[in-house]
């Protein structure tokens, strides 16, 4: 038996993110993995907010020095490749709208420099695997068991707050502690990727990332790792992608000639350097993620799209704010709420919900999007593509535009109908 104040499930960002705001918050906490890092994990390219906590961690210089490519803004791709429209990373300073960068990162090191930071800054970490949770008798979660890598017994860890950072296993969810998984909107696209060398970058920033549309639902990425590889993928519905009938290496390799004029001339090489991995149904979300004694972040509640590589900065600003949510319950606030992660939650709930419209808009009218983010509501645009949905998504223009469109398109369906 064990004890700390927070377990962790998962030093991915979010893990390894809220284990350094923990310990700034003086806590202690344990962070638990079961895969031996440095590993291969996609979610490569980051928001402006997300640059913005890595340096709040004190870890910039160290991003520099590691050589992470610096991105500028993400260049967007009409289907014929000749157009196009660019969000730029833009930091605020008060009203006012100020140029800025974050990054792209190869997440094998990344990842494993947020798990050296949180061990650093004082956090306990543990190699193995969580494989239950432990309940009192009504109900509320108290800890979690552990099968250590280096031990054939099980470990029972008791701790007051249980945080659930496990990506895509959604641990409390499937344990049932958490709402079972509804599937999402994309739940029936597949990724595919791999990585390629020396491909055409050009334009004013060659380390920016690039997305190609090649038709609904049907795209690709491309998103620099260092001075020679990049990142690419596709992501299709997967009726198309078995209607191919190819291996995902001949999918991906003819994806890439084929998908956008603009894509298949920046392909000087396409031997895939990097093994090429599929990941299906990565669209969902656990409705209730919070409650007595635990809370989710990151993928282990919610996952919409990675269109405009939101994940790793969700995860790692949800790990801030559940830091602050369970600083204040250690300190005795709603300790005897039904669930005292309820604020918790509904910030998480209404900045998600504020993506999937964003997401959602870009799908249902892609010009009309594209006449929103360059023209109409560019600065709103700008706030979003960096993240900056956690403070008051509600007065967001652009996304009440949105809602006019749809609500219009529906209109104009049932006239159509009746
Ligand atoms: C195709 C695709 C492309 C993407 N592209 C981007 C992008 O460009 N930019 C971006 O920001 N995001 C992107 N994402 C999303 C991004 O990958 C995730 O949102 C991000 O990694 C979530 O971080 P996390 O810490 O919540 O989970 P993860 O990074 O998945 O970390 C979870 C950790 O928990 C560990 N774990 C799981 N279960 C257990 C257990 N039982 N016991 C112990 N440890 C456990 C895992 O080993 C893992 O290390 C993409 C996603 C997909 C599917």
């Known amino acids: 038996m064990k004890r ?4 962790i499930i998962g030093a991915g960002p979010g893990g390894a993110t809220a284990a350094a705001y923990l310990r700034r918050a003086g806590i202690e906490c344990l962070l638990i993995e079961k895969d031996p890092f440095p590993r291969y994990h996609i979610g490569e390219s980051l928001t ?3 640059g913005a906590i890595i340096r709040d961690l004190g870890l910039g210089d160290e991003m520099a020095r590691r050589r992470h490519p610096v991105k500028h803004g993400v260049k967007v791709f009409g289907p014929t490749g000749a157009t196009s429209w660019y969000v730029p990373v833009m930091r605020r300073e008060g009203d006012t709208l100020v140029d800025s960068t974050t990054w792209q990162v190869r997440r094998s090191d990344f990842d494993a420099m947020l798990l050296e930071h949180a061990r650093a800054v004082g956090a306990d970490f543990m190699q193995g695997e969580v494989v239950n949770v432990l309940r009192n008798e009504q109900g509320d979660v108290i800890g979690v068991q552990v099968r250590p890598h280096d031990s054939q017994h ?14 895509l296993g959604t641990f ?6 958490a709402a079972p998984r509804v599937p999402g909107r994309y739940a029936k696209q597949v990724a595919i990727f791999s990585q390629i060398a020396n491909p055409v970058r050009g ?23 260092d001075d020679e590889i990049v990142s690419v993928g596709v992501t299709a519905p997967g009726a198309y992608v078995a209607a191919r009938g190819e291996s995902k290496a001949e999918f991906l390799r003819r994806e890439l000639h084929e998908l956008n004029p603009n894509l298949a001339e920046r392909i000087t090489d396409d031997r895939l350097v990097e093994e090429v991995r599929a990941i299906p149904n990565f669209s969902y979300n656990v409705p209730r993620f919070t409650g007595r004694g635990f809370l989710c972040i990151g993928d282990a509640h919610r996952f919409i799209d990675p269109i405009f590589s939101f994940g790793v900065y969700m995860a790692m600003k949800e790990a801030q704010l559940a830091a602050d949510a369970i600083r ?3 300190d005795g606030a709603h300790r005897d709420a039904a669930d005292p992660f309820a604020a918790y939650a509904a910030l998480s709930t209404r900045a998600q919900d504020a993506l999937q419209e964003t997401v959602d808009g870009f799908w249902d009218f892609p010009l009309a999007f594209a006449f929103f983010v360059h023209q109409r509501y560019r600065e709103d645009f700008i706030d979003i593509f960096a993240g900056r949905l956690f403070n008051a998504p509600d007065t967001f223009r652009g996304l009440q535009g949105l809602r006019n469109l749809r609500a219009h398109a529906q209109q104009n369906q049932m006239a159509s109908t009746a």
């Open 203 to 225: 334009g004013e920033y060659p380390d920016d990332t690039l997305i190609f549309y090649g038709d609904k639902h049907h795209w690709a990425w491309f998103i620099p790792l």
């Open 4 to 7: 700390t104040q927070v377990a």
């Open 154 to 167: 099980l470990l029972d860890i008791d701790a007051d707050v249980v945080v659930d950072a496990s990506g």
């Open 328 to 330: 204040d319950y250690l």
């Open 48 to 50: 402006g907010e997300c």
């Open 172 to 177: 409390l969810s499937r344990q049932d502690v």
